[in-house]
């Protein structure tokens, strides 16, 4: 036994010998990933303090579980709640088929100009600001110059006040996730289906696959794993929103808040108003867990029918 931890021991000290320079290489990345990352988890104890700026970090006072009360009491707790999960399940689900789906589209061009034509053109709004996305949105929806509100008099319909009624804007808002995410999404799938094998795709032809037979029992289970990692990672962001487009595209509308309000954009406003930065942290701290949370039940069920396609 005791010979047997040492070989282990020797032949560890001999790969790292060997591997001592890539080692060194990574050491920056590695202390600034610690400061970044790790350090910063300290501030979480501000979520159960009320933080005094006169007393700073430590000699505030503690308040156990009242910031959490704070947010969990509040009259939108539940609004914010079913925003953030709800709007985030529909960007997850959408945002899946639809860029599979532009990937499949782009696997099927032969010609190379166009791939790269169409991949630059649905990459680029990508690249846009939210705060950039919130004008070009308002320039279509504006009540009396907008181009929607133009459009629908030409066809004599009456204008929509869009920016006053909120049960349009859980569409509005998919609409331009989509617009905006699908172009990267798509690539990342797209260099999936590059990875597939041509033989299986032409071996399924020759048998007299047609299109449809060839995604359905090639393309699509290949993608599988890919689809898996992707959509785990996205659902333990399921309790974050995305501030930027929660806050530029409703304009910050108090008329809007009732589909358009979220976690991430409620703490900003109550500490802007309140100054607590206490319930900030207490809402990141219950964002973090919740998406520990869902990450390792979803990893747990996935292993369940197949453990090759989990994260861990």
């Known amino acids: 036994m005791k010979t047997g931890l040492t070989l282990k021991k020797r032949n560890r000290i001999k790969v790292f010998k060997k591997s001592y320079q890539l080692t060194l290489m990574s050491l920056p990345a590695i202390i600034l990933f610690i400061i970044f990352n790790y350090v ?30 704070f947010f969990f009491q509040s009259q939108d707790a539940w609004t914010i709640t079913r925003n953030t999960i709800g709007l985030n399940a529909l960007f997850i689900v959408a945002g899946l088929v639809v860029s599979v789906a532009f990937a499949i589209l782009l696997n099927e061009i032969s010609k190379r100009v ?7 053109a649905m990459f680029f709004p990508y690249f846009l600001s939210w705060v950039v996305v919130g004008y070009m949105l308002y320039a279509v929806l504006n009540d009396r ?31 331009v996730y ?11 799938y797209y260099a999936g289906i590059m990875g597939i094998d041509n033989a299986l795709i032409e071996a399924a032809i020759v048998d007299g696959a047609n299109k449809f037979q ?25 309790f974050y929103a995305d501030f930027g487009m929660f ?50 039940t979803s990893n747990f069920i996935v292993k369940k029918y197949n453990k090759d396609n989990a994260i861990f």
């Open 178 to 188: 989509l617009w905006k995410n699908v172009g990267y999404l798509s690539v990342i």
């Open 247 to 296: 806050y530029y595209l409703p304009n910050d509308v108090g008329a809007l808040y009732p589909t358009t309000q979220v976690i991430d954009t409620y703490v900003y406003r109550a500490l802007r108003v309140t100054g607590q930065v206490g319930m900030a942290t207490a809402a990141g701290f219950f964002q973090a867990v919740v998406g520990l949370c869902m990450v390792l």
């Open 40 to 69: 910063p988890m300290f501030g979480i104890i501000l979520a159960f303090k009320k933080l005094k700026f006169n007393l700073g970090f430590f000699k505030s006072p503690w308040v156990g579980l009242d910031n959490f009360k």
């Open 214 to 238: 060839v995604i359905k029992s090639i393309i699509l289970p290949m993608l599988v794993p890919i689809i898996t990692v992707m959509t785990l990672l996205q659902i333990g962001r399921i």
């Open 145 to 175: 110059l907008g181009i929607l509100n133009q459009v629908l008099e030409i066809f004599g319909m009456e204008p929509v006040s869009w920016y006053s009624n909120p049960q349009y804007w859980p569409v509005i808002l998919l609409i």
């Open 114 to 120: 166009f791939v790269k034509t169409y991949q630059t």
